[in-house]
């Protein structure tokens, strides 16, 4: 318990927060102001039934806060290393080092923890109070243990860095550079590697793709698909990543990054937490820093920021031209002065300036030159077609992704496919239409990856070469049966959970002698589009899944198979009966080849009211009996959209056109 | 006991203390002087152990300072710029040090303020400056520590309150044998409170001695003999520290038993001989200049 004690002083700590509890109150209630925002545009969407993304529940808000609310923590709790006053009193008190540190970080701890806490719980309630939001299971869990997780990581590379430093301003930038150079190492690398000019002299300057690779550090956001991603979050996860030497494990686009959620990432986060916490006691209990600036190592880490935080800003400004050269050193001597003012309020030595400059060119240099020379030995590495076995095709804009792999992992043994990707890099110049790919090429004994531009007038021939490889065509619409909860039917939801999809599947690969589901659906695909020309008989099938709290979705062709049309009518046709009531109305009538049904009511002069009726009476009495029945053929069955009120849902039965069916129809015709 | 031996502290590349050596005997007030920038703050903050030396030890009672709590709970601390945690009042700030020193005393507090007539549940941040130091003065006495280091102790304080908390500090010293580290750049204001003073200077003790061997081994000497001719080598029996004539009388300061120097002084059977007391602050000008340092511009 004394050893405890000697380490944690509640005195101590309650002594800081309530000092520092003016500025931590007014970031607690910027922070929950933000969230309680976001949770009343979650609910702003009455009588719409949506599935609320991960990314949604965290938005921007949740990113500020995990690097704003730390460092604000930060500032307030360690506040006696930046004011001399202040650390005339603390440091003379009879408080060991240890204590005074661990104190103060397990003050920021249970801020930043109440902080999350505080914000779940909103969004626990803003979730309970609307019916309407599905989520995924524990999303509010996720919230609280990955935010909390991340702004406790960042708190303790904050202590970190007032620890090594004891400034205020260096300890922003220490603390941006810690969290950002990985992810700016990380795609500068990545360019180079696949900047090779032996293919292709890619112009990156017009294409999105190229763009994110070029210019790595910039700030601005990209609007994807209604999804919000920046890059400090691809730096931020890169940082966890490219620490943990795990990064293969959280590629870049495979999710949205700041929404992803892993245990694995957490367990991460918590390594660098304790690290950095462990690091930070060391700094502050053995390398003693005073007050700012007054040792070595404080000297020392304001140099390394210097020098860190520069060295991408000279690096990615590029060296491109003598007078480039020139502006960008001038930009950095101004950086450098700015950087110095706000830091200590002096102006830097010309001196110091010079030495600074030059390790920052020199730093760059060393960075820039082995990749050049790597990347230009591997460029004069000429691949001959005679020494390709097979390519593998993926385009740029997938970068980064799981579908990306997957499509580079195909390997096309086309020889005309081959010759058409050694014939792209004769025209190498960027036209106007042109596409990226990233071609991988397999030799005897592994592979490489260039970038490869195709002309417009090449683009046909090669989209003809990879739509006739349906594995190609499956890959890229990255279908994962495993991931399948539920299938829509011409755009309407058929509402079927887990078990019935395993249901639907395993009914598949029975009539398809085992076949996996993948290669059935492959199939399924290549017959549909082969025969819908002839007005074949299919259904489209969207497959919805749920990966990571994102949905996604790929198109079908199904259905060629009656005893699988049998199992999808039956579970289609009973939610209908679940929900039959006086709320619904018919919609449409449709069947593949007419739609009977409107033009007899037409042709009577049926109004909706009295037809709806007449209709919904006889499926009262007809459908459950229809439930025993396939249809015989395509032909054989009708589908008829309703209109659910009180649920404000569309929904689909499946109509056998048997004997009492058509009795019904000549009974419309018939006044009443 | 406190004791620096080869004491020094270097900020970026300046050294602000160096090498400096000194001994605090226990119950005594030891006077620190020393122009600006001489490094006493500095010198009270290692002892504090607010800063760590960059060489050399501070010690008391035979042990480091620096992070040490066991004895950092007999020392209290306070800087020439004071800090006060923001909205608080007397009356928290007590709270505060009761937390952290074991042996506080809140009746002595209560005593002391009353004695000032210090408002403990006003806030702080509406005190005068001389009031804050006041304040603390008084929460430094009712830790009831045996060591108190005072940077710049007056400053800000009236002269009725000055003596007021010279004779506070006396009594706590006769009392209980506390040990008083005050610094000050006015000699005049610590002659009558410190029994040691050591002058400070470039970062070093340039000398320390007892006040009243200060005042009585030195004094002014006007002296005029027969033969009007005389210089300073006729007085080399004796540790001359200054020496100018004006037509046949020199003036001269003398380091030495007050009576051995009369007594050498009428050997030369004088016309005039005078000899006065010196003020604190011409000991130290002359006794610096005995090191061989000029300080002409400063004298007065």
Known sequence: MSSIRSVFNFKVFWQNFRSAQGLLLVAMIIYQAGILINCFSFSRTPGMTRVVAFSEISGIISLCACFLLPIAACVTLFDFLFSKKKSDLVFSSPIPRKTLYWSNWAGGMIFLLINVLIASLMLHVTLLRNPQLIVENGVVIRFLILWGLSMMMVYSCCCLAVSLTGNRFVQFVLVAVLTLLPGWFHYTFQTQFYNYDQLSQVDYSSQKATETLTNPYSMRIVQDEGKVDTLPYIAFDQLISSLSGMRQSFRVTDYNNHTAFSYSRCWIMLINLLAASALGSWAFIRRKVEVAETSFISEAAHEAVRIAAFVPIFYTLGMKDWVSAVLYAGILLILYHLYDYLARREFISLRRTLISFLAVVAIAALIRFPMRILVRREASRQISIEDVSAVALAPASTLGSRQHEALLQLKLDDPELIRLVFQSNVNSEYTEGSIHMIVRFYQDRGYSDFYVNFAPEQIPQLETRLGANDQYQLLYRSLDPQSVYWIEANGISAGLDKAEVDQLVAQLQQEQQQQNFADLLHETKQIACRQSDESYCFLSLTLVSFENGERTEQNVDLLRYQSVFQLYSSFVNQQFLKTYADNVRFLNFYSMYDNQLEQIRQQTDLDYESFNLRLSQWLNENLPTQLQKAPLSSEEFLSITYYDSQRQSQGAIFIEKNEKWQEFVSSLIQPE | ?300
């Open chain 2, 1 to 300: 006991m406190i004791i620096a031996e080869n004491l020094g502290k270097k900020f970026r590349n300046k050294t602000v203390i160096r090498q400096m050596n000194c001994a605090i005997k226990e119950g005594s007030i030891y006077g620190l002087v020393g122009a600006n920038g001489a490094g006493k703050s500095t010198f009270l903050r290692m002892l504090a152990g607010v800063y760590q030396p960059s060489e050399g030890k501070a010690e008391i009672n035979g042990e480091a300072v620096f992070d040490n709590a066991k004895i950092k709970k007999e020392i209290v601390f306070i800087p020439d710029e004071l800090y006060f945690f923001p909205n608080y009042n007397f009356r928290m700030m007590a709270d505060y040090y009761a937390s952290l020193y074991e042996h506080f005393d809140r009746h002595r507090f209560q005593m002391l303020c009353d004695h000032f007539k210090l408002d403990t549940e006003a806030r702080i941040q509406n005190f005068s400056k001389g009031m804050k130091r006041q304040g603390a003065l008084i929460l430094a006495l009712s830790t009831r520590a045996h060591y108190f280091f005072f940077d710049e102790t007056f400053d800000g304080l009236d002269p009725v309150m000055r003596s007021l908390v010279k004779s506070v500090l006396s009594e706590d010293v006769a009392q209980r044998s506390s040990t008083v580290l005050l610094t000050s750049h006015n000699l005049r204001e610590l002659e009558d409170l410190c029994d040691h003073m050591g002058l400070l200077v470039e970062g070093r003790i340039m000398f320390e001695s007892d006040i009243d061997s200060l005042k009585t081994e030195m004094f002014k000497v006007q002296i005029a003999l027969p033969d009007k001719t005389f210089d300073r080598d006729e007085f080399h029996q004796l540790k001359v520290l200054y020496y100018k004539k004006s037509g046949s009388i020199a003036t001269m300061i003398v380091k030495g038993d007050r009576e051995l120097v009369t007594d050498v002084l009428r050997s030369k059977q004088p016309i005039i001989l005078d000899l006065l007391p010196l003020s604190l602050e011409e000991v130290f000008i002359y006794e610096m200049e005995g090191y061989g340092y000029e300080f002409d511009s400063l004298r007065l």
